[in-house]
């Protein structure tokens, strides 16, 4: 039967099986009934009609593409026989006499060479299978490359079986044309991307046959980062199958091919092909529509080899040494003597191995994306990143070159702009600034945070030079969005760095960010760092980066928390966490002689009880969270820098960035929002490659948290034995704690855990849990929320929910 006919019949077979039960849909009984998913008859017959449609779809798809290539093949075996009889061709039997192994290679590697043509592949051209075990193995191991070049050219012999394995190359989908084709043109860039995608396919087929689970389908983003900013390395590793020799050139390729073919050759212009001349979509192989291919299979072929890439060539391998220097000293690059010798005062000798990878990175004025664990030195590493003297300058060095040429202007424009999350941070980083800049005079260094005044950042910005500002988010955008003529100062930015850069681009920041890179000029450099840098941030960090930044990872494949911290957590419900954090405390201060313990709450007001709590049993403790005046804050954060023995009771604010030198240990009170946060709050401790201990305490139902962490050295420790005197004790100084500070901490933890997927999503568990904790901190009643709050939550008609009258 003529093939078109077959075609034809085909989809309407298949069309008539459709509308066949479409009508049968249609005349279905009704009647309630519960359909999987909770879907109505309705929506269980739109989703049914839905899918009828799309294998129909694909199916008449495929059926065309066959019926194409059927036509092709009949074309060139017209024009490949050009004197066969009209009933030869008629009888659709497109010239299959018998090839031999030679000639079968040539017609195969003639066809798909030509450009354009990459997809020309069709049944005709071999049987397609699944590879099986044997064929895989045989493949991998096959130690004589055939040189395809040369066997078109015919200069090779060949061997049966390397015929077979060419054909199985090809039919297995792992060697497709168009691969075979990007080898034919090796010069050609899209090409090399094509190699690079065969050996992932190959590598593909090893992955299945080692391992037969795992589907971290999320790798995506980064392994397409990498298939973009690796494709030359790539190319220039040979795939396993070598079908080229390395040294052959394109040039020759090509003429191999046109000069040495036969006359018989099925090499044809478009014009030839007419609208068959190129596949417009590809063929799925017919096998895919029943038995979808498993994509997380390529995902971790392509996270295989991304990691070993990454270990081999980007990353700096922190190795077995747990040091966090490098062995190399600041005085080894052409810095100007005075940043030396400030350097040498602050007693930075060496640096750090961030410190080094970073100022290598920024030698030709490369973005940066730089990921290093917490307390190893970021701060110098962005303030000191280009010690060369060189073409593009960043940070201080940049300064140094700026302030020289725009010394007669006016107000000389703001060269470096770093942007961190809080406001203890980014006083930090300028007092680090003005120790590295002691001995430069005339270089300003302004802070911008909410808190003060904005009349007064106004005048400093107006009156004193401000070539560094370092900033937090909202602040900057007042200033920005304030006319004051402060955004057309930015306009000569050169370095703009995010400091804590995953918590920055986060969503409770992202929409400033957009709007302040918005208004700063494109041509600057950008250098974002991190100790935690989630995929999802990776991927949204292309807002701030250049396509072509480089990416500094010197955590490695390991934990990204210290070794030397040990890390724990303790399981106990949440009436005993007040009493719990207490017998800690005790135990580690009668232990510690130097002991400087930070305790993590989760909200500002379970901070601001907790603080009154151990305040009111005479414990030395200090509090900071954002209900706290600014000026307390910076005298609070001050205090605890310098304190030999104190307990900081804070919130998230002290969580990222913030260098209290030798604290001993780290609790967290309740589950943290996420696996960044509970890395940043340990990170506190374990600084400079010193030791430190952390403990986290949650209660059963957040036990889930676990999960999250599971590849962190995190053991369980037992709850400690709780003295009831003690407990009475508690219960005693609880009493006197101001009851709108309780009322607080309610409405604060009924906020935090709402807002917490795992445990938000059953408000009747979590408004009954609420009242377990308003219990605990002695509340005889549940505190009532505002009409408008509680509707806010979706906790308004709730079974123990008290509105405000
Ligand atoms: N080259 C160096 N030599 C000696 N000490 C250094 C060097 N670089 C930085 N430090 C010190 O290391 C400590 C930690 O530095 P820093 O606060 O910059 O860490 P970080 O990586 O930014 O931490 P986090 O991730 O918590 O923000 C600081 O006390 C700093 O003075």
């Known amino acids: 039967m003529n093939s078109s006919v077959i075609f034809l019949e085909r989809s309407r077979i298949f069309r008539y099986n459709v509308l066949h039960n479409l009508t049968f849909l249609r005349h279905m009984g009704g009647g309630p009934r519960t359909f999987p998913g909770g879907l109505n008859k309705w929506q269980w017959k739109r989703l049914h009609e839905k899918q009828a449609r799309e294998k129909e779809k694909r199916l008449l798809d495929q059926e065309k593409q066959l019926y194409q290539a059927r036509v092709r093949s009949e074309i060139r075996s017209k024009l490949a026989n050009p004197n066969s009889s009209q009933h030869e061709q008629d009888t659709n039997s497109p010239n299959y006499k018998p090839l031999s192994p030679k000639e079968h290679i040539k017609v195969l590697a003639d066809r798909f060479m030509k450009e354009g043509a990459e997809d020309l592949w069709n049944e005709a051209d071999g049987p397609i299978h699944s590879p099986s075990r044997q064929d895989i193995a045989r493949i991998e191991s096959t130690h004589n490359p055939i040189n395809l070049r040369r066997l078109v ?18 039919s297995y989908n792992q060697l497709k044309p168009r691969h075979y084709s990007a080898f034919l043109h090796p010069g050609n860039q899209y090409g090399l991307l094509k190699a690079r995608h065969y050996s992932v396919r190959t590598s593909r087929f090893t992955y299945r046959k080692s391992n037969s689970s795992s589907s971290e389908d999320d790798d995506t983003d980064e392994d397409e980062a990498f298939l973009m900013t690796k494709r030359k390395d790539v190319a220039l590793k040979a795939p396993r199958l070598s079908l080229i020799g390395a040294s052959d050139g394109e040039d020759t390729i090509n003429d191999d091919v046109k000069g040495k073919g036969n006359g018989k050759k099925m090499m044809m212009s478009s014009a030839a092909l007419g609208k068959y001349d190129i596949k417009k979509t590809k063929r799925i192989p017919l096998k895919f529509l029943e038995e979808e291919d498993d994509p997380s299979l390529h995902v971790q072929a392509i996270r295989n080899e991304f990691n070993k890439r990454r270990m081999a060539e980007k990353d700096i391998a922190v190795g077995d040494d747990d040091s966090i220097l490098s062995p190399k000293r600041f005085d080894e690059y052409n810095a100007s003597p005075l940043t030396i010798k400030a350097l040498n005062l602050a007693g930075y000798v060496q640096m750090t191995k961030v410190q080094d990878a970073t100022i290598s990175a920024c030698l030709e004025g490369q973005d940066a994306l730089v990921k290093a664990k917490t307390g190893t030195g970021k701060s110098a590493a962005f303030l000191l990143p280009n010690l060369i003297k060189h073409k593009q300058l960043p940070a201080i060095e940049t300064v140094l070159k700026a302030s020289t040429t725009d010394a007669k202007k006016r107000v000389p424009p703001t060269c470096v ?45 107006e009156t004193e030079p401000c070539h560094i500002v370092i900033a937090t988010p909202g602040r900057l955008l007042d200033h920005i969005e304030n006319k004051s003529g402060f955004s057309s100062r930015l306009m000569g930015l050169k370095l703009l760095i995010l400091d804590e850069a995953d918590h920055l681009l986060d969503l409770g920041f992202r929409k400033d960010m957009e709007k302040i890179v918005d208004c700063l000029p494109r041509q600057r450099q950008s250098l974002l760092f991190s100790a935690t840098l989630p995929k999802e941030v990776r991927r949204v960090s292309q807002l701030v980066l250049k396509r072509d930044h480089a990416y500094i990872n010197t955590v490695g494949l390991g934990p990204e928390t210290h070794d030397k911290v040990n890390q724990s957590y303790i399981i106990a419900p949440h009436e005993q966490h007040f009493q719990i954090v207490h017998h800690l405390l005790k135990d580690h201060i009668a232990q510690t002689p130097s002991y400087k313990v930070i305790v993590f709450c989760t909200t500002a007001m379970m901070t601001s009880l907790m603080f009154s709590l151990f305040r009111e049993m005479k414990m030395n403790v200090r509090e900071i969270h954002s209900r706290k005046p600014q000026l307390y804050r910076t005298r609070v954060s001050e205090e605890f820098k310098e304190a030999k023995q104190l307990v900081l009771i804070t919130s998230d604010v002290s969580a990222r960035g913030m260098n209290y030198p030798d604290v001993s240990l780290v609790i967290q009170v309740g589950v943290p929002v996420d696996r960044e946060q509970y890395i940043n709050r340990l990170g506190r401790t374990g600084r400079e490659g010193k030791g430190g201990e952390g403990i986290m305490l949650l209660a059963p139902w957040e036990e889930y948290f676990l999960e999250e962490i599971k590849d962190l050295p995190v053991h369980k420790s037992s709850s400690p034995h709780l003295d009831p005197d003690m407990k009475l004790k508690i219960d005693k100084s609880m009493e006197k704690v101001d009851p709108s500070v309780k009322e607080a901490a309610y409405h604060a933890w009924l906020g935090y855990y709402n807002s917490i997927r795992e445990i938000g999503r059953d408000k009747t568990t979590l408004v009954e849990l609420g009242k377990g904790f308003s219990e605990s901190i002695g509340l005889e009643k549940v505190p009532a929320l505002f009409r408008k709050t509680a509707l806010k939550m979706g906790l308004k008609d709730i079974q123990g929910i008290r509105i405000r009258k």
Request: charged share 15%; glycine share 8%.
């Open 153 to 170: 050219s015919g200069q090779n012999q060949i061997t049966s079986n390397q015929l077979s394995e060419v054909s199985s190359a090809f």
């Open 417 to 461: 702009l770093i942007l961190c999350p809080t406001r203890e941070l980014a006083s930090q980083i300028a007092a680090e600034a003005n120790v590295l800049l002691k001995y430069h005079e005339g270089i300003g260094v302004q802070t911008l945070v909410g808190g003060t005044r904005f009349k007064v950042d106004q005048k400093r910005l």
